[in-house]
């Protein structure tokens, strides 16, 4: 496959099995420059989510305490620009249509997969947000040169993309801030 892909990708589904073949069977065609992080629940790919930047998230439709659409909801707020995909056992038109239309998802794919078509639709999601970011940077850059946006916005959107949720403060009425109670 195209080792010039490059970015970070999230995998979510409740059994382990799942995420290990998972794992396995995209590693060797997506390349050593995309890192594959995976998680077993939806509350531990927050914590991912909330800890770095991720191009591309593929999550499980059911899943218990939290599942694949509430995940991929969350998922939107806290990473807007991450591209969100969901692999189900479940081969729903409703659903699919619900998601597509609620969160804007990227692809609903169904297993069991086909590993060829897995990674073709992973890694057409991987250049689709690369050319996001691409977009973003030349749209700032043009903002800046123009005298449109600050060197101030340019430095948040840079640390944003590098540590999603970094520039979100949250202040109380004495005007401290407000830790998450996850710290």
């Not at 694949?68 to 591209?83: F, H, K, N």
């Not at 916005?153 to 590098?162: N, S, W």
């Amino acid at each position: 496959m195209n080792q010039a892909l490059q970015g970070s990708l999230l995998l979510v589904d409740d059994e382990v099995p799942i995420t290990r073949a998972l794992h396995r069977a995209l590693r060797t065609p997506l390349g050593h420059r995309v890192n594959i992080v995976t998680c077993n629940s939806g509350e531990a790919a927050i914590g991912e989510l909330m800890a770095r930047r991720f191009d591309v998230i593929v999550s499980d439709l059911r899943m218990p305490d939290m599942g694949g659409m509430e995940l991929l909801l969350l998922a939107a707020d806290i990473q807007p620009s991450c591209v969100r995909m969901i692999l189900t056992g479940t081969a729903d038109f409703a659903t699919a249509q619900e998601a597509v239309n609620k969160f804007g998802l990227y692809r609903y794919l169904t297993k069991p997969w086909d590993i060829d078509e897995l990674v073709q639709h992973i890694s057409s999601a991987l250049k689709f947000s690369v050319e996001q970011w691409s977009q973003k940077d030349h749209a700032l850059q043009w903002g800046a040169s123009q005298g449109k946006v600050s060197a101030q916005t340019l430095e948040m959107h840079r640390l944003e993309a590098l540590e999603p949720g970094i520039t979100r403060v949250e202040w109380d009425a004495a005007g401290c801030v407000i830790l998450p109670s996850s710290l």
